[in-house]
C-alpha cells in the first residue's frame, strides 16, 4: 500500500482536493437554496421546491422585531412623556354624604395630557370631581395652576386650562383603527406619587362597557371602552394609553378591582369630539334622547319573554319614567315598552349599545328610530336635543 501511495501520490492528492472541493461546494449550494436570498429563492423555483423555508435568515428576523419593538416603546415614550402632567386637588374638597352633612375629602390626584399649546389639558371627569382648582405639574417639574373649563356630561371626560404658552401637545391617534392584541403603553401618575410611570400591554378587547365608581362613591356607566392588560394603577386615571407610534389612542379611566391586569380606556376619538364641540362652542355638548332602557340580551329576552334578542327596551326606573317629559323622545312618540332596534341603519347590541350609538351624533341631528311596539314596527323621527356644560 506503501509503494502504491508513493507511486500514485499526486493523483490521490488531487482526488482528495477534488472531495473537499465537492463538499464544500455542495454545503454552500444547500445554505444558498434554504436562505431567502434572492439567488435562493430563484434557486428554489427553478428546482421546483419552492416551499422550502430558509432557517438562518428567519433566526435574525425575530432577533430584529424584538429589537424594533423595544425600541418603539422606548421612542413612543419620549414623544409622548413631555405631554404627560400630573393632576392634584389644591385643596381638601368638602363634599354632602347622605347621613354625615358636609365633610372634607382628602386630596384626589391623577394625570393627564395636554392637548392644545397654549395650556388646554385632557383628563377623566373623576379626576376633577368636587374641585375646581387644582395644581398641574409638567414632565419638567414646572406647576401651574389648573381650572376646570368643560366636562363631558355623559362621559368620563373633562378639559382644564393652566396658563402657559408653548407647552409640548400629544399627538391624537385613531381609536377606530385599533386592533385586539396591539402593543400599547400606559404613562401616568402612579399611586399620585409616581409620576411618569410607564407599563406596557395589549389591547385585550373593545367595545367593553363598565361601571365604575371613584372614591366619593359617585359612579358611570360608561361603553365603547378599550380593554388592556397595561398596568393602570391609582393615580393613572386621565392619562394616556398610546401606540407604538406614540400616539394617543385612549385615556385611562378605570380598573376591574376583582381581577388582575384588566383595565379600561375611554377611546380618544370621544375626546376628539369633545374637543370639537369645546373649541366651537365652549362647552362639551352631547346629543340627547331623554329615555331610561335596559339594554337586551339573550338572558334579558328569555327572562322577560322579549320577541327580540337585541336592541334597548324603555324602562322606569323607580319614580324616574321611561320617557322624559318634554325631551325629544317624548316629542316623538316613544313609549314606555318600546324596544329601539336601530338608530338610522345601526342595530342596538349588547356591544352597540343605544348610548353608544347616539354619541356619534350631534345635538340637532335628525335620526330615524325602528322601534317595536305590542308587536308592530314603527318608524319614529325624532330630532336630538342637547346636554353640555
Same mark, same amino acid.
Given at each position: 500500500m506503501r509503494e502504491l501511495w508513493q507511486k500514485n501520490r499526486p493523483l490521490f492528492l488531487i482526488l482528495i482536493g477534488l472531495t473537499v472541493a465537492v463538499s464544500v461546494l455542495a454545503t454552500l449550494g444547500a445554505l444558498y437554496l434554504l436562505s431567502d436570498t434572492t439567488f435562493g429563492k430563484s434557486l428554489r423555483d427553478r428546482l421546483g421546491l419552492a416551499n422550502l423555508q430558509g432557517f438562518n435568515i428567519e433566526t435574525t428576523r425575530v432577533d430584529r422585531v424584538v429589537v424594533e419593538e423595544s425600541s418603539a416603546i422606548v421612542d413612543a415614550t419620549k414623544k409622548i412623556g413631555t405631554s404627560v402632567v400630573s393632576i392634584t386637588s389644591s385643596g381638601a374638597a368638602r363634599r354632602e354624604i347622605p347621613g354625615f352633612g358636609t365633610i372634607e375629602a382628602p386630596q384626589t390626584s391623577g394625570t393627564g395630557f395636554i392637548v392644545t399649546s397654549d395650556g388646554l389639558i385632557a383628563t377623566n371627569k373623576h379626576v376633577v370631581r368636587g374641585s375646581q382648582t387644582f395644581t398641574v405639574t409638567t414632565a419638567e417639574g414646572k406647576t401651574f395652576d389648573g381650572k376646570v373649563v368643560a366636562t363631558d356630561p355623559t362621559n368620563d371626560l373633562a378639559l382644564i386650562k393652566i396658563e402657559e404658552r408653548g407647552l409640548?401637545?400629544?399627538?391624537?391617534?385613531?381609536?377606530?383603527? &385599533?386592533? %385586539?392584541?396591539?402593543? %400599547?403603553?400606559?404613562?401616568?401618575?402612579?399611586?399620585?406619587?409616581?409620576?411618569?410611570?410607564?407599563? &406596557?400591554?395589549?389591547?385585550s378587547a373593545k367595545e367593553r362597557s363598565a361601571q365604575p365608581s371613584d372614591s366619593s362613591g359617585q359612579s358611570e356607566s360608561l361603553d365603547g371602552l378599550l380593554q388592556t392588560d397595561a398596568a393602570i394603577n391609582p393615580g393613572n386615571s386621565g392619562g394616556p394609553l398610546v401606540n407604538l407610534s406614540g400616539q394617543v389612542i385612549g385615556i385611562n379611566t378605570a380598573i376591574a378591582g376583582n381581577a388582575q391586569n384588566i383595565g379600561f380606556a375611554i377611546p380618544v376619538n370621544d375626546l376628539k369630539k369633545d374637543l370639537d364641540s369645546y373649541s366651537k362652542t365652549g362647552k362639551i355638548l352631547q346629543p340627547y334622547m331623554g329615555v331610561r332602557y335596559q339594554t337586551i340580551t339573550k338572558a334579558v329576552a328569555k327572562a322577560s319573554n322579549l320577541p327580540v334578542q337585541e336592541g334597548a327596551l324603555l324602562i322606569s326606573l323607580g319614580r324616574l319614567p321611561a320617557v322624559t317629559p318634554d325631551s325629544p323622545a317624548a316629542a316623538a312618540g316613544l313609549k314606555e315598552d318600546d324596544i329601539i332596534t336601530k338608530i338610522n341603519n345601526d342595530k342596538i347590541t349588547e356591544s352597540l349599545p343605544l348610548a353608544r350609538l347616539i354619541r356619534r351624533y350631534n345635538p340637532n341631528d335628525q335620526v330615524t328610530l325602528t322601534v317595536l311596539r305590542n308587536g308592530s314596527e314603527l318608524r319614529l323621527e325624532l330630532t336630538l336635543g342637547e346636554l353640555g356644560r
Amino acid at each position: 500500500m506503501r509503494e502504491l501511495w508513493q507511486k500514485n501520490r499526486p493523483l490521490f492528492l488531487i482526488l482528495i482536493g477534488l472531495t473537499v472541493a465537492v463538499s464544500v461546494l455542495a454545503t454552500l449550494g444547500a445554505l444558498y437554496l434554504l436562505s431567502d436570498t434572492t439567488f435562493g429563492k430563484s434557486l428554489r423555483d427553478r428546482l421546483g421546491l419552492a416551499n422550502l423555508q430558509g432557517f438562518n435568515i428567519e433566526t435574525t428576523r425575530v432577533d430584529r422585531v424584538v429589537v424594533e419593538e423595544s425600541s418603539a416603546i422606548v421612542d413612543a415614550t419620549k414623544k409622548i412623556g413631555t405631554s404627560v402632567v400630573s393632576i392634584t386637588s389644591s385643596g381638601a374638597a368638602r363634599r354632602e354624604i347622605p347621613g354625615f352633612g358636609t365633610i372634607e375629602a382628602p386630596q384626589t390626584s391623577g394625570t393627564g395630557f395636554i392637548v392644545t399649546s397654549d395650556g388646554l389639558i385632557a383628563t377623566n371627569k373623576h379626576v376633577v370631581r368636587g374641585s375646581q382648582t387644582f395644581t398641574v405639574t409638567t414632565a419638567e417639574g414646572k406647576t401651574f395652576d389648573g381650572k376646570v373649563v368643560a366636562t363631558d356630561p355623559t362621559n368620563d371626560l373633562a378639559l382644564i386650562k393652566i396658563e402657559e404658552r408653548g407647552l409640548p401637545v400629544a399627538d391624537l391617534g385613531d381609536s377606530d383603527r &385599533v386592533q %385586539v392584541g396591539q402593543w %400599547v403603553i400606559a404613562i401616568g401618575n402612579a399611586l399620585g406619587e409616581l409620576q411618569n410611570t410607564v407599563t &406596557v400591554g395589549v389591547i385585550s378587547a373593545k367595545e367593553r362597557s363598565a361601571q365604575p365608581s371613584d372614591s366619593s362613591g359617585q359612579s358611570e356607566s360608561l361603553d365603547g371602552l378599550l380593554q388592556t392588560d397595561a398596568a393602570i394603577n391609582p393615580g393613572n386615571s386621565g392619562g394616556p394609553l398610546v401606540n407604538l407610534s406614540g400616539q394617543v389612542i385612549g385615556i385611562n379611566t378605570a380598573i376591574a378591582g376583582n381581577a388582575q391586569n384588566i383595565g379600561f380606556a375611554i377611546p380618544v376619538n370621544d375626546l376628539k369630539k369633545d374637543l370639537d364641540s369645546y373649541s366651537k362652542t365652549g362647552k362639551i355638548l352631547q346629543p340627547y334622547m331623554g329615555v331610561r332602557y335596559q339594554t337586551i340580551t339573550k338572558a334579558v329576552a328569555k327572562a322577560s319573554n322579549l320577541p327580540v334578542q337585541e336592541g334597548a327596551l324603555l324602562i322606569s326606573l323607580g319614580r324616574l319614567p321611561a320617557v322624559t317629559p318634554d325631551s325629544p323622545a317624548a316629542a316623538a312618540g316613544l313609549k314606555e315598552d318600546d324596544i329601539i332596534t336601530k338608530i338610522n341603519n345601526d342595530k342596538i347590541t349588547e356591544s352597540l349599545p343605544l348610548a353608544r350609538l347616539i354619541r356619534r351624533y350631534n345635538p340637532n341631528d335628525q335620526v330615524t328610530l325602528t322601534v317595536l311596539r305590542n308587536g308592530s314596527e314603527l318608524r319614529l323621527e325624532l330630532t336630538l336635543g342637547e346636554l353640555g356644560r
